[in-house]
């Protein structure tokens, strides 16, 4: 352990291995995955999972930008898994009776996974980032490293979960709600300035007086 | 209240025009049905593609304005407001960017009309949409001055490229989009290490703030960058994607992996030299030449060992990375000529020409033969001259064969390794030339010249040659009258080498 290193308070210490441990093992198991419910799950944990490390941030240097940026990837998260909740669950008609898969879930939960995924246009783009910036500000490269890694193994249970789905057709309320949630998380994709006023209104709420 | 400049008016235009013409390709079935009869809609179905081709068409007009307006030392830029301190929408225009907006407009154009002579348009409108999209995202990344919307749209044409080829391929497209996230990733990784560096996503003071770097951390951001970029490429071993995809689908969704080639190449040739001003980044010319020469002879081998048009295309493709790494490995040495830079340029501008001529002349006898083995093809030359001179031309130019285009960027890579007394590397490049040669002359032989009974063929259209004989007089027209090319990929290179516009 080096002097730098040793500079780290315990509770952040114990957070970043926290938020590490949780980030390897629910990316492993959505890789290892059979059903697409349960690897949406677990890569919504991982997500979750990248907060924590930003919040180890935020516990070390909290004058920083690392709490704005977990509020930020929490925001996103949350978007991203109420979307593909919403798209996914069934509204009394089965797959078969549904007839043909329906054109607006199917691209809620593409836009639902590119968030999770931190793939643009969405909201999770920028949320990937500013926790990479966050851990970069402490010059934790490693956990940066980790972050992409797992951005990047998360592709394999998105691909099957998106290729063995057909979705059956959405009522009008849950429609609607469809609809904002997807227009929320490209809106937010393509200008962030809007999800980061809200993430540092958030982080003010969190952060020690 | 601030005023729009007609040059950054026409920088905007450049960069929105085929987003909103991909909307409305997109929209175009519905309207059509609106307005007409379902049997008029129904026969309004490949509108899309000509529509694309007009939007190209225009592009092109407003490209070579823009090429006017950098050609001296004025370069354009745009400052938008995208998040407070985070990173800025950045936009800007020098001679490199304005050269590459033209060649995706150029490409573009002549693949939508190759694609409207195709028998079959399937999902008219969503071919011309994504493949609009796509268009769009090279041209924002080739006019990026910031790092993070760099990455952004770089990913945002992969994702477009995943659902051009899921409409023929699923499996391929989802190989694509793994590798080519990975390569994005990783891309991104360099950018964030560039911007705890040079503190901002800016590209315009990098290079002076990267400077102060020390040597690890030069080769770390160097080398991640490099390795993202080879997925991309695509360049071993980042290259697998693309012999699995060509023998996947029949051929469409392939015309625009020459984009994604010609895109990630720019990146490339912007972040290294530019960025991390390649002399200075210790190791990456040996990383850079040995990557290089291994893509080189492995993409040449193997298309020689393939049996079909399309496995020989990819291959080829795979092979013409190898060019570049060793370009870029002869700038990054101690004792860099610039001679290796120029000759990455002009690689930038003549390979996707002769890419684009193989892949069309490709596409044409899988539309007109019905198959591309090349155990099923053989006299061809008589019903298809055009496709034959098309892969002919192609492939001689990238094997380097005078008088074609390509013939100067082995020059300059040959000259260049002679004047740096590295005679190993200039044998090496003309035994690989000569495989390339090989190989392309085994294509040409068996599927046009074999003298057997030929394969029933299809009837030709005018939008099936058009192409094709445009990409041939264009690499001739470029290797006789070498002058003009030669004064772009100078200035291009100089460009390259330059700060990018101040915002």
Redesign the interface.
């Known amino acids: 352990m080096t002097l730098h290193s040793l500079s780290i308070p315990l509770s952040s210490l114990v957070t970043v291995f926290f938020g590490a441990a949780l980030l390897v093992v629910s990316t492993g198991l959505a890789v290892r995955t059979r059903t697409a419910v349960a690897g949406l799950g677990w890569v919504a944990v991982a997500g979750s999972a990248q907060a924590i490390l930003a919040l180890a941030a935020a516990l070390r240097t909290p004058e920083g930008?690392a709490l704005r940026a977990a509020a930020f990837q929490l925001l996103a998260v949350a978007a991203a898994t109420a979307l593909a909740a919403l798209c996914s669950s069934k509204t009394g008609k089965t797959e078969s009776e549904a007839g043909e898969p329906d054109g607006l879930a199917t691209t809620g939960l593409v836009v639902a996974w590119?968030a999770l995924?931190g793939?643009?246009?969405t909201i999770g783009?920028?949320s990937k980032?500013?926790i990479?910036?966050a851990l970069?500000?402490e010059d934790w490269?490693g956990w940066?490293?980790l972050v992409?890694?797992a951005?990047?193994a998360c592709?394999?249970p998105a691909?099957s979960a998106l290729?063995s789905r057909r979705l059956p057709s959405l009522g009008r309320l849950r429609a609607l709600c469809v609809l904002a949630l997807i227009a929320l998380t490209l809106l937010l994709g393509l200008?962030?300035?809007w999800g980061?006023l809200l993430a540092e209104h958030v982080a003010r709420l969190a952060a020690p007086s | 209240m601030a005023v729009l400049s007609p040059d950054t008016l026409l920088l905007n235009w450049l960069f929105a025009l085929p987003f909103c013409a991909a909307l409305a390709a997109e929209l175009f079935p519905r309207l059509a049905l609106r307005t007409r009869s379902e049997r008029e809609a129904q026969a309004l179905a490949r509108g899309p593609l000509p529509f694309g081709a007009v939007t190209c068409l225009m592009g092109l007009a407003l490209s070579f304005r823009l090429l006017l307006t950098v050609s001296g030392d004025t370069k354009i830029a745009a400052d938008y407001w995208w998040t407070r301190d985070l990173y800025h929408l950045r936009l800007g225009a020098d001679s490199f960017s304005a050269v590459i907006v033209l060649a995706i407009y150029g490409l573009g154009l002549l693949i939508f009309v190759h694609m409207a002579g195709l028998p079959t348009a399937d999902r008219a409108h969503h071919r011309a949409a994504l493949l609009l999209t796509a268009q769009g995202c090279g041209i924002g990344v080739a006019l990026s001055t910031d790092l993070i919307l760099l990455v952004f749209l770089l990913h945002l044409m992969v994702l477009s490229l995943w659902s051009l080829v899921s409409l023929e391929a699923p499996r391929e497209a989802d190989r694509l989009l793994v590798t080519c996230h990975i390569g994005a990733s990783l891309v991104l990784g360099s950018a964030l290490l560039m911007w705890r560096q040079g503190g901002d996503t800016a590209t315009a003071q990098l290079p002076l703030l990267l400077l102060s770097a020390g040597p690890s951390t030069l080769k770390l951001m160097a080398l991640v960058a490099l390795t993202g970029l080879l997925t991309i490429m695509p360049g071993v071993p980042g290259h697998g994607w693309l012999p699995r995809l060509a023998r996947a689908t029949p051929g469409t969704g392939l015309l625009s992996v020459t984009l994604l080639v010609l895109v990630a190449t720019t990146v490339l040739l912007r972040i290294l030299p530019g960025m991390l001003l390649l002399p200075t980044v210790p190791g990456l010319g040996s990383t850079s030449l040995v990557l290089g020469l291994v893509t080189l002879w492995w993409g040449a081998v193997r298309a020689w060992l393939d049996h079909d048009m399309r496995g020989r295309a990819a291959w080829l493709t795979v092979a013409q990375s190898g060019y570049l790494l060793i370009a870029l490995a002869g700038a990054a040495g101690t004792t860099a000529s610039p001679v290796f830079l120029e000759a990455a340029s002009l690689h930038l501008m003549v390979t996707p020409l002769a890419l684009l001529a193989i892949w069309l002349s490709t596409s044409a006898v899988l539309a007109r033969v019905g198959t591309d083995s090349l155990a099923a093809l053989s006299a061809l030359f008589g019903q298809m001259p055009t496709a034959g001179l098309g892969l002919l031309a192609g492939g001689l130019s990238l094997a380097g064969v005078p008088p074609l285009a390509g013939f100067q960027v082995q020059r300059l890579l040959v000259s260049g390794a002679l004047a740096g007394g590295n005679w190993a590397l200039a044998v090496t490049l003309v035994l690989a030339n000569a495989l390339i040669l090989f190989v392309v002359w085994d294509i040409f032989r068996r599927a046009f010249l074999r003298r057997e009974l030929p394969p029933p063929v299809r009837p030709g259209t005018l939008a099936l040659a058009l192409p094709v004989s445009i990409l041939v007089g264009a690499l001739l027209l470029f290797g006789i009258w070498s002058q003009p090319l030669a004064q772009w990929s100078q200035l291009a290179a100089g460009s390259v080498l330059s700060l990018r516009p101040a915002p």
Do not use: N
Request: with cysteine.
């Open positions: 930008e590119l995924l793939l643009p246009p783009f920028h980032i500013a990479c910036r970069l500000a490269t940066v490293a992409l890694a951005s990047a592709v394999w691909l290729r200008y962030p300035e980061l």
